[in-house]
């Protein structure tokens, strides 16, 4: 299976092995490689072990105010975790007859679109749709926290030296009502070559 | 090393003591500062040129970093993991909050204080603020006005480099600056709705070097202000009044020296101060001619509070009870937030760099007359945004894979929020006082806060939520929401008032001169004499209304008011 590829030779500290590459196979959901790298490549999976075994909340509802604040986050992002994963699986049962890394792709694109879009949801996937906005929480803020991702988005602040603060590059269209999505004048300028 | 005499003892290290401490030595006083934390070192303590993957928790920090702390509670935004692993801020003494107040006292304890990591906005006051009593008829006017105090605001302004435009605007006065930072595609578009609504939208005063500026290096953009600048390219105490103190060879510096009280001779004058060496615990002494507070604001009254003795019953230089009295803090939070879809898949550009406000909008309410609006006085806008170091707006987009991936992307340069900085008025419920039964780890007893917003500072709140529903649909953006509540009292760190100063000594603690009124030798140099707040940050006034104060100081050792040491 597709999904068995790649276990790495990283040990978990918090979750199973199976749970982990779980976690791992999420948030390359997620964040897959594209024309840029995915989750799995800049670590994701490690970084949100790495935080849930350290109690390190990092999306959370709870007000901050001592170190038992942060250790009862931290350990509610545990049980969280751990329930939420459960729950991927019960559901892929329900649905698939079998773990949610044993189902299709299409079968774990359909589960999880249930529980990401709005016009998917279903009145009985509550906890599940709250564990992926979690997973998803996660996954976000240990992609764009790499330099991979940084660089996926064009962070300038990776560039640390600049001779002078360049402002507005449209100086032509200081209103910017003209501008281009890229994407959409490229597709519009091979249109025109057709 | 207990035994010496000062002429000076300067209490804080921060924009107020820091320029103290210059000003007084290169005056050929001998001045001893005393700071309550370590020295901080910019190579060690600052960011440097770190990036968030540098860091193991990747900017959250250890959960566990404060176990066992007095004060437990993390100082976000100043306090973060780049500045982990040595003690720059303060949880070793707690304070209390009384029932009903929740105050969010957060101290950096270094050398510099908050001052190493400050938003460097730096608008002048001006007379609409000095004489706002007069024209709403509320609280009292400022011993000084703007005529008096201009001078000392150019003095500063030159000192620490400034940039910024000349606005003609006499609610937001000019002053002599720097060439200002570029405008970002953001701030072209907000102007624009701005203007639709009537609403000023100007390049922010921002103390930071767009040009070389003596002997200081020019920006150079890594965007990490905040965090600490590793070359001085903006005004702080660590790379600027603290070396140019230290260059006269007058300065003696003490660390981890927290002061518990102003001590007084016998006619109740200040003698020096009492201080606990953090390190050794020992309890120390040291004896002046001339004691200065600038520990600030409220730290200061907390000092003044616990200087108790037969001649100062309810804490020094306190007969006036005014003594932690007016209270005043800037109200912060975000009356909205949203994108700019003209900027939809556009490539990131450099924009926030300068880590800065660029522009902001400075209080543009009741200027005409000041009952125009529900509240009185008024607040001004910053605005923020662009291609950030983290795209916190992935929460308004929907989904997960390629596409969820594409959008985080495509809105990059998009996302905008506001900060309102609304000033609160003097109240008699927002007050400091000391806790009658707790006391710190070194024994001194704790300072206590009553504080509550009031009235007028929520209604500019609600205004201002409106005023950003009209801004977004004037400019084109669409707006994703508004923070619910405030912030919390004590986030914007712009804490005043606690020993304001005024002509009349049975309603003020100081003189105009920011001298004490009943010990003529005890002055203060921080923002807890400003007898109210404006829209506008302390900082620059900090520095300046010091600047003021030390001349007039340096006059009276001259005439023979207070004699060297």
């Keep these: 299976m597709s999904s068995q590829v790649g276990a790495g030779s990283y040990k978990p500290l918090f979750f199973s092995p199976q749970q982990y590459q779980m976690v791992e196979h999420l948030a390359e959901m997620i964040i897959p490689e594209d024309d840029s790298p995915g989750a799995k490549q800049a670590g994701v999976a490690e970084f949100i072990d790495f935080m849930v075994a350290n109690r390190a909340p990092v999306s959370t509802s709870r007000d901050i105010r001592s170190t038992d604040d942060a250790i009862a986050a931290g350990n509610e992002a545990q049980n969280r975790f751990l329930a939420g994963l459960d729950w991927i699986n019960a559901r892929s049962h329900s649905e698939f007859k079998r773990e949610f890394m044993d189902c299709t792709p299409e079968q774990q694109n359909s589960l999880v679109e249930e529980l990401a879009y709005k016009a998917k949801f279903k009145p009985t996937t509550e906890s599940g749709r709250a564990f992926f906005q979690m997973m998803r929480d996660y996954t976000v803020v240990g992609y764009y926290t790499t330099k991979i991702g940084l660089q996926s988005i064009g962070y300038p602040g990776l560039r640390t030296v600049w001779p002078k603060m360049p402002g507005c590059p449209h100086a032509d269209d200081p209103e910017h009502a003209h501008l281009r999505e890229p994407a959409s004048s490229s597709s519009s300028t091979q249109t025109g070559r057709n | ?565």
């Design chain 2, 1 to 565: 090393m207990s035994n010496d005499l000062y002429d000076v003892l300067v209490v804080g290290t921060g924009a107020g003591g820091g320029t103290a401490m210059k000003i007084l030595c290169e005056a050929g006083l001998q001045v001893c500062a005393l700071n309550s934390g370590p020295r901080i070192d910019p190579g060690k303590d600052y960011r440097g040129h770190r990036q968030v993957y540098d860091l193991q928790y990747r900017g959250y920090g250890d959960p566990l970093r404060l176990k066992g702390k007095a004060h437990q509670e993390p100082y976000s935004v100043e306090e973060s993991e780049y500045s982990e692993g040595r003690d720059l801020f303060e949880h070793d003494v707690a304070y209390s909050n009384a029932p009903g107040t929740d105050w969010y006292w957060k101290r950096c304890k270094a050398t510099g204080g908050k001052a190493n990591f400050w938003g460097r906005s730096s608008a002048r006051f001006g007379d609409i603020d000095f004489k706002a009593a007069d024209l709403d008829g509320f609280g009292e006017n400022w011993p000084v006005d703007y005529a008096e105090i201009s001078p000392w605001f150019s003095k500063a302004e030159r000192y620490m480099g400034v940039a910024s435009t000349v606005q003609n605007r006499p609610s937001n006065p000019d002053g002599e600056y720097l060439p200002p930072i570029p405008w970002r595609c953001i701030d072209y578009i907000i102007q624009k709705g701005a203007e639709k609504i009537g609403v000023p939208y100007l390049p922010d005063r921002c103390a930071q070097l767009t040009v070389p500026h003596h002997g200081h290096p020019n920006c150079h953009y890594c965007g990490n202000c905040s965090r600490g600048c590793d070359v001085g390219s903006f005004f702080s105490p660590t790379w600027f009044t603290i070396p140019d103190a230290e260059a006269t060879k007058n300065l003696t510096l003490l660390t981890n020296a927290l002061v518990r009280s102003v001590i007084v001779d016998e006619n109740g004058m200040a003698k020096g101060v009492a201080y606990v060496d953090r390190v050794t615990r020992k309890e120390l002494e040291l004896y002046a001619k001339v004691v200065v507070l600038a520990a600030s604001c409220v730290e200061t009254a907390h000092i003044m509070l616990n200087s108790k003795t037969r001649h100062w019953p309810t804490g020094i230089a306190n007969s006036s009870g005014q003594l932690g009295h007016n209270l005043c803090e800037h109200l912060y939070g975000t009356p909205g937030y949203g994108y700019l879809p003209q900027l939809l898949g556009q490539p990131a550009t450099p924009d926030n760099i300068a880590d800065s406000t660029v522009a902001w909008m400075p209080r543009w309410q009741n200027l005409k007359n000041p009952r125009e609006e529900k509240f009185i006085r008024g607040y001004s806008v910053y605005m923020g945004g662009g291609c950030g170091e983290f795209p916190g707006y992935y929460g308004q987009i929907e989904g997960f894979g390629s596409r969820f991936k594409r959008d985080i992307k495509r809105y990059y340069a998009t996302s905008i929020g506001a900060l309102i900085q609304a000033p609160t008025l003097p109240s008699p419920t927002n007050y400091l006082d000391i806790d009658p039964e707790k006391k710190d780890m070194f024994g001194i007893p704790q300072l206590r806060f009553h504080f509550q917003w009031g009235p007028n500072e929520l209604l500019m709140w609600e205004h201002s939520k409106q005023v950003m529903i009209d801004l977004f649909s004037a400019m084109g953006g669409e707006l994703w929401g508004a923070d619910v509540e405030p912030n919390r009292p004590g986030t914007s760190l712009h804490e005043t008032g606690v020993c304001r100063f005024g002509n009349d000594p049975k309603t003020s603690v100081t003189n105009k001169w920011a001298q004490t009124h009943e010990v003529p030798n005890l002055y203060i140099c921080d923002a807890s004499i400003f007898p109210s707040c404006t829209d506008k940050t302390t900082t620059m006034p900090i520095i300046a209304f010091t600047m003021r104060t030390c001349d007039r100081m340096l006059e009276n050792f001259k005439k023979g008011v207070h004699k060297r040491a």
